[in-house]
């Protein structure tokens, strides 16, 4: 039997009356004139920063992946895993559940449990590069790349459509019932930490995934892995002040949900600008 809670029950208001438009189409957002520009914008500034600095292709590759990276570890925050884990890691604990933790203990459990499983997720993919070094060579692995790169970016900024392998697959909403809290946040930092185990919204992923394969070094991927990894924490860092600044939770995931696609043109702008940047290397 489904017990119907009266409005006064409800911890937050319904999340339509923070924000009326919750998560707007990418062309609501952002006009295609503004998404055209942003391709030229960041294709001539990517091939103008490769031409000035004419980089060896092993420091391009270096560059590309240190931003594939970055850009990873922000636009991979906007999906429904990490607006969940933010509820998790925010919310009070409730009086009837076990234990004793605080948002910020909670964040730290998070941090934790995702670079735990992330930093030997980039390790091995370094290592099996490494292994697999000389089947292409450096310059070919990065106009491959590069031109993987544009075509990933010109699909976030959806002027194409590319394929997007994933698995469709989200954390488990029934530990947030059975659980400690802290625990949860811990377990959902080591299941989002790999990447691969989860939804993934951005295509800055398998970019950073193949550059890091073609780099070939356990150490680089270990530390762009990690960075990913904190860089998730993001949302949860954010619902943790937001709150503590007297917000409630539906009104934050609200603002990210309208942020959202401001975030998906950033990150196709950003890839496109670094394929410009990996081409023009090769070539100088």
């Not at 409730?94 to 605080?102: C, N």
């Not at 930092?189 to 950073?208: C, D, E, N, Q």
């Not at 990210?256 to 990150?267: W, Y």
Request: hydrophobic letters at 55%; charged letters at 10%; proline letters at 7%.
């Amino acid at each position: 039997m489904t017990t119907v809670l009266p409005p006064r029950a409800l911890s937050h208001p319904p999340l339509a009356t923070d924000l009326p438009d919750i998560r707007p189409g990418l062309a609501a957002a952002v006009p295609a004139s503004a998404r055209a520009v942003l391709v030229v914008g960041a294709g001539l500034l990517g091939a103008g920063a490769a031409a000035l600095t004419a980089p060896t292709t092993a420091a391009a590759l270096t560059a590309s992946l240190v931003g594939a990276g970055s850009v990873t570890a922000l636009a991979a925050n906007w999906s429904t895993c990490g607006m969940s884990v933010a509820g998790v890691v925010a919310a009070p604990k409730q009086p009837d559940r076990e234990g004793a933790s605080t948002p910020v203990r909670r964040l730290g459990w998070h941090a934790l449990g995702s670079v735990a499983t992330g930093a030997p997720t980039g390790a091995l993919l370094g290592a099996f590069g490494a292994v697999a070094a000389g089947w292409m060579s450096l310059s070919a692995a990065l106009v491959v790349w590069a031109a993987l790169a544009f075509a990933y970016g010109l699909h976030e900024l959806g002027l194409v459509r590319m394929p997007t392998p994933m698995r469709r697959r989200q954390l488990p909403r029934e530990l947030r019932r059975s659980m400690q809290p802290w625990k949860v946040s811990l377990l959902f930092g080591a299941m989002i930490g790999p990447g691969f185990v989860i939804f993934i919204r951005s295509s800055a992923y398998y970019l950073l995934v193949l550059g890091v394969v073609a780099a070939g070094s356990p150490l680089w991927g270990a530390a762009l892995f990690t960075l990913v990894s904190l860089g998730r924490c993001m949302p949860s860092l954010l619902a943790v002040v937001h709150t503590r600044r007297g917000g409630s939770m539906p009104g934050f995931l609200s603002a990210m949900c309208v942020v959202d696609r401001r975030v998906q043109t950033l990150t196709g702008a950003v890839l496109v600008g670094l394929a410009a940047f990996a081409a023009v290397a090769v070539l100088v």
